[in-house]
């Protein structure tokens, strides 16, 4: 493997996986190889070969790059690049992963999973909508009447085991275990570097189609209930019914452990008002810091 | 600063060395951060399940469903006891049942002003009800079956009685008399008796052994209730 590349005699290559660690690296002596000097240095043509090698095709799974120093290392009288300059050499050199710019892309998109998004509002608005307007539809009440709970039950189910994973990570289930007990599991997803957290705006077109379309459902109870049409009121039951248990199942997974939804309720509450009155004093604190470890 | 011992890209050496070997010999001078990822090979049972339904595709998802409900359907037909058929409950059968029972038991015609709105509603509220009902019923007589558990089984249960519902409205083609009755009273008796078996070998043994009969009865009302409707259908 290290034939491979050519480092240069007196260079050990650190070997790198994946892309993004880095290990220990020895700081050879500057003074050896005065034709090429380091790469964060002004001279930028004279480059050792790992960097060439980028468009050569790739090694069997380990890049090599020679040492990286830092500024001071420079030989004298050549002034050091800016440190994210070298910082992104340093990443291009070593992108590993195939198909790299799809999940940059991914992950810089606002929204990652449009038709799932599409189908979430889909089926909920197609209901409230087809039960507002059969009346210029058809005049048919069971024909308006099992549109209405197809979509109902399709959207349930789509919002179930669909949506929720895809747009927020979050599940909930029913379990039932040997002794024939049943439990309701609820779980969210870990953010962990291997996965991409939700996107705001998916997180949230997911939440408000999730709690408007039941209040929608309880307005047409009320109103099916005064005006004495009683016989959408079987249907307006199933509809509240279906959709108060999805949000049900989905706050009880958002909110984990805490079992205390006062609190909960609150500090949503209090976050979402005082982020819309003041947004910029909710970016997280050292942001730009962070952006040093974009990969 | 670090000593370099060998130089690994000579390619004269053809001696193979083993990786890492000369790291050994490396003291760093500066602090250089270092990150990187730990996989742990071994995960709990439970995350495995977790992990393998989180991240499947949507097509995966509804496959699985589909499989699920027509498993549930076949047991139906062949009933046996089976634990397992009954932890996965579903509630897809018993809906898809009870639409296409109440379709077919509407009378009158479909364009008109009364289009058998109230019979619609009313096959609808008997089904879920009575189902609930039972229940309950199972429940408060100390059965430990879960809620939509029983409600799956008691949905799925009316199959055979949608079968003799699409066998009577056949029968009912013909030309009326008594022998389109007794045809049509034989199936549904038929059709009846395999309900109840149906359902029973499900929910009788969830419940302690004096308790059975009690627990069977309402089962037994509430498809009577349903095959007692489908006799007495006409079209008008």
Redesign the interface.
């Known amino acids: 493997m ?2 491979d ?9 650190p ?1 790198r ?2 892309g ?10 500057r003074a050896a190889e005065p034709t090429s000097p380091a790469r964060d240095c002004a001279l930028g043509p004279a480059r050792p070969a790992p960097t060439g090698d980028r468009s050569g095709g790739r090694t069997e799974g380990l890049r090599f790059r020679p040492h990286r120093a ?1 500024s001071r290392s420079c030989p004298p009288g050549i002034p050091a690049l800016p440190q994210r300059e070298a910082l992104v050499d340093d990443t291009e050199d070593v992108s590993l992963d195939f198909g790299n710019e799809e999940e940059l892309a991914f992950r810089k998109a606002k929204i990652r999973h449009p038709v799932a998004t599409f189908f979430h509002l889909f089926f909920r608005v197609s209901a409230t909508i087809t039960y507002v307007g059969c009346d210029w539809f058809s ?5 308006c ?2 549109t209405v ?2 979509l109902l ?1 399709f959207d349930f ?1 789509s919002v179930k ?2 949506t929720g ?1 895809l747009l927020v990570g979050l ?1 909930w289930w ?3 275990d ?5 439990h309701w599991i609820f ?1 969210a ?1 870990k953010v962990s ?2 996965t991409v957290a939700a996107t705001e705006a998916e997180a949230r077109v997911f939440w408000l189609g999730l709690i408007i379309c039941p209040m929608i459902w309880i307005v047409f109870f009320f109103s099916s209930l005064f005006s004495l049409k009683l ?1 959408w009121l ?1 249907l307006v039951i199933a509809g509240i019914s279906l959709q108060a248990a999805n949000l049900y199942g989905y706050v009880l997974c958002k909110m984990g452990g805490e079992s205390d939804i006062s609190k909960v309720t609150a500090s949503f509450l209090s976050q979402t008002v005082l982020q819309t009155a003041c947004p910029r004093d909710f970016q997280k604190p050292g942001l730009e810091g962070l952006e040093i470890h974009k990969y | ?2 000593e ?1 011992a060998e ?5 004269g050496t053809a001696t193979p060395r083993p ?2 070997a ?2 050994s010999d ?1 003291s ?3 602090d ?6 730990i996989t742990i090979p071994m995960r709990s049972r439970i995350r495995e399940f ?1 992990s393998s339904t ?1 991240n499947e595709s ?1 097509q995966n ?1 509804i496959m699985r ?1 589909l499989k699920a409900v027509g498993k549930k359907f076949m047991h139906v037909l062949y009933p046996r006891k089976s ?1 397992t058929l ?4 579903d509630l ?1 059968g018993p ?1 898809i049942l009870c ?1 296409t029972l109440a ?1 077919m038991l ?1 009378r009158g015609s ?2 008109s ?1 009364k ?4 019979q ?2 009313e096959v ?2 008997i089904v879920w009800f009575g189902a609930v009902t039972i229940t309950l019923n199972s429940k408060l007589l100390g059965g ?6 029983s409600l799956c089984v008691l949905g799925y249960c009316i199959l055979p009685l949608t079968v003799a519902m699409l066998v009577c409205r056949l029968v009912l083609l013909t030309e009326p008399g008594p022998i389109n009755f007794m045809v049509r009273l034989f199936v549904v008796i038929v059709m009846f008796a395999w309900s109840i078996v149906a359902s029973t070998a499900f929910l009788a043994d ?1 419940q302690p052994p004096n308790r059975k009969a009690l627990a069977v009865y309402p089962v037994f009302l509430f498809y009577f209730v349903i095959s007692w409707m489908i006799l007495t259908f006409t079209p008008q």
Request: hydrophobic share 40%; charged share 20%.
């Open positions: 290290h034939a590349v050519n480092c240069g005699q007196q260079w050990r290559c070997q996986a994946r993004r660690g880095t290990l220990p690296s020895p700081a050879p002596a830092s005049r048919s009440f069971v024909g009447f099992v709970l197809l039950s189910w085991n669909v994973r599940r029913n379990q039932i040997e002794d024939g007990k049943s779980e997803r570097p291997n016989k079987a | 600063m670090a370099a130089s690994p890209g000579d390619p990786l890492f000369g790291l490396i760093i001078s500066q250089i951060p270092v990150e990187g990822e977790d989180l949507v998802t469903d634990n009954l932890r996965d409950w897809w809906l639409v379709l509407q479909v364009d002003e289009d058998g709105g109230p619609f509603a609808f509220v430990n079956i879960s809620f939509f558990q969830s």
